[in-house]
């Protein structure tokens, strides 16, 4: 590099302003970028990873005629330490010895980043997903770019289960604006009588899912009978042997337990022996209190007058523990990138502002791999996995076929292939037959789908002497709303969540993928076996009465 001295720097400065500043601007995107990795380790050494350590790219060297420009990343190396709390507190002011401390910290697959404006500043920030299967009961994280380049982060958001809740409710209500009268769970509101038994006790008393699930089993199993959610003390004995489940009914094992101890129990009782009203606080406030916003907004598909959008902004910022800048409401975000066409894609306006486009590029195998090829990648294990089925189970589809129904997670849980219970709607499927993408899945949403019209092309693709899953994911979202429509604040809502959630729900698929094509594959069957198997969860076994 040649030294001008300062009055030469400046000089050139003045002279190629223009042209610096933009080489600069793209090669250094202000915040975050793909090219940041993450490591875990076990700081306070209990044998318990409690650390992540997230490395900035190296710098940037720009040649400009006989100079060279030096980029540093936009945001510098730091590390999120557990806060005891199931979340975080950033430290981006690392010594030279903890900075040597993370060099024997080991890699992770586990925890994806995404890149992303979330709080719409103009700066991308930083989403990693996937956090609890390497730092156990720790919930995912968004960290926001700073204001300045390379400087160091220092806000967070932690989706928690709040931030879980009300996307998740919210999303329902989205589908079925009955959803909330439908699905409050009747609670008993008279004297608890003398005679009554045990069916289940749940220790979240906001789960209704479960709650309802389990109301379901219930009657079901006992249709002569009246089954119902109590918050009051279960009939004896207190300690049981009972079958344990997670959150979504999937049974664990059998354990002995305090059941008076839960917050909230389903209890079943004779005919006429009780009086119960629906329970509509298992739903999260807000969620309940948006939906109404959105109902008195959308009775014309209008815009949004101010009073009820600064509410909702109230809101944004609230289920984000962070301030979200107002007035930009394109669903399109900086997820994507240049490649040729998929079919259909030409159907679908960008200048709309619902329109969407995310792409992700998932590693399944290098070709010196046994057994890495495409008999056993793309028609093999892809197929098993073309699109997110329920609790993203394997699913072989039959290309044309009929309506396929697909399932979301809630944000904070779209790493868990087990959380993929909430319907999004069906689809149907096609093969691409011609073109460069030739060979490729394409799943078309259909009208009652939440997300049509819209189209999620999957191709296995070979790259840098490997194998790879391309996704790409467009389209619009007016679902429930007419086609001309500019203005339905939940449509472009919706599509925002969609470009915004999509590259996750496709990377979690991805895994599958892999975890298949190990499992079956690789010599020795090495690999994690998928969350999900082939069939369904193992049946939860009859209460005790």
């Not at 400065?13 to 875990?40: C, H, K, N, P, W």
């Not at 809740?165 to 209500?173: M, P, S, T, V, Y």
């Not at 489940?245 to 059998?254: C, E, F, H, R, V």
Request: proline letters at 7%.
């Amino acid at each position: 590099m040649r030294y001008l001295g300062r009055s030469g720097a400046l000089l050139l400065a003045l002279l190629s302003g223009l042209l610096v500043s933009g080489v600069i601007e793209t090669a250094r995107a202000a915040g975050f970028d793909q090219r940041y990795s993450v490591r875990i380790g076990d700081e306070n050494s209990d044998g318990t990873m409690d650390a992540i350590f997230v490395k900035a790219p190296g710098s940037v060297l720009i040649p400009i005629d006989d100079l060279s420009i030096v980029v540093p990343p936009g945001v510098r190396d730091f590390i999120l330490r557990s806060n005891g709390q199931l979340g975080f507190a950033i430290d981006g002011q690392l010594s030279a010895a903890e900075r040597a401390a993370t060099a024997t910290w080991a890699a992770t697959e586990a925890i994806d980043l995404f890149v992303r404006d979330v709080d719409l500043d103009g700066r991308i920030d930083l989403e990693l997903t996937g956090i609890s299967q390497v730092i156990p009961n720790h919930f995912d994280q968004i960290v926001y770019a700073p204001a300045t380049n390379y400087g160091a982060p220092s806000v967070l958001t932690s989706e928690n289960r709040k931030f879980s809740r009300f996307h998740e409710d919210l999303f329902r209500w989205l589908q079925n604006n009955d959803y909330f009268d439908q699905n409050a769970p009747r609670k008993i509101t008279s004297v608890e009588p003398a005679q009554r038994y045990w069916f289940g006790s749940l220790a979240d008393r906001d789960n209704a899912y479960l709650m309802n699930k389990w109301l379901q089993d219930c009657s079901v199993r006992y249709p002569n009978h009246f089954c119902a959610v109590s918050d009051r003390p279960p009939p004896p004995p207190c300690v049981r042997t009972v079958s344990q489940t997670d959150d979504y009914g999937n049974y664990i094992g059998t354990a002995n337990t305090d059941i008076c101890q839960k917050p909230v129990h389903i209890l079943i009782y004779l005919p006429g022996a009780i009086t119960t009203a629906a329970d509509y606080s298992v739903f999260d406030a807000e969620a309940r209190e948006t939906a109404d916003i959105l109902e008195r907004l959308n009775l014309t598909c209008p815009a949004l007058p101010t009073s009820d959008a600064e509410r909702l902004a109230q809101i944004g910022d609230l289920i984000y523990q962070h301030v979200i800048l107002r007035n930009v409401p394109a669903a399109d975000r900086l997820n994507s990138w240049t490649h040729e066409p998929f079919p259909g894609d030409e159907l679908f306006n960008a200048a709309d502002k619902t329109y969407h486009h995310y792409d992700v590029l998932t590693k399944v195998c290098d070709l010196s791999e046994t057994n890495c090829n495409l008999a056993n990648v793309r028609d093999s294990a892809a197929r098993r996995y073309s699109y997110p089925a329920f609790q993203m189970q394997a699913n072989l589809t039959t290309i044309p076929g009929g309506s396929l129904p697909v399932y979301v997670a809630s944000p904070g849980l779209t790493s868990y292939p087990w959380a993929y219970i909430v319907p999004a709607g069906p689809i149907n499927q096609r093969m691409i037959q011609a073109g460069p993408w030739q060979g490729g899945t394409q799943n078309v949403t259909e009208a009652p789908h939440i997300s049509y019209p819209g189209t999620i092309s999957r191709y296995i693709e070979q790259k840098n002497n490997a194998l790879h899953v391309f996704t790409h994911g467009t389209g619009l979202n007016r679902a429930k709303c007419t086609l001309g429509t500019e203005n339905r604040a939940y449509n472009i809502f919706l599509a925002a969540q969609n470009d915004l959630h999509g590259p996750k729900a496709f990377k979690t698929l991805d895994k599958q993928i892999i975890r298949y094509w190990r499992r079956t594959y690789t010599p020795n069957g090495v690999g994690d076996p998928p969350w999900s198997g082939d069939g369904n969860p193992v049946d939860i076994p009859a209460p005790h009465q």
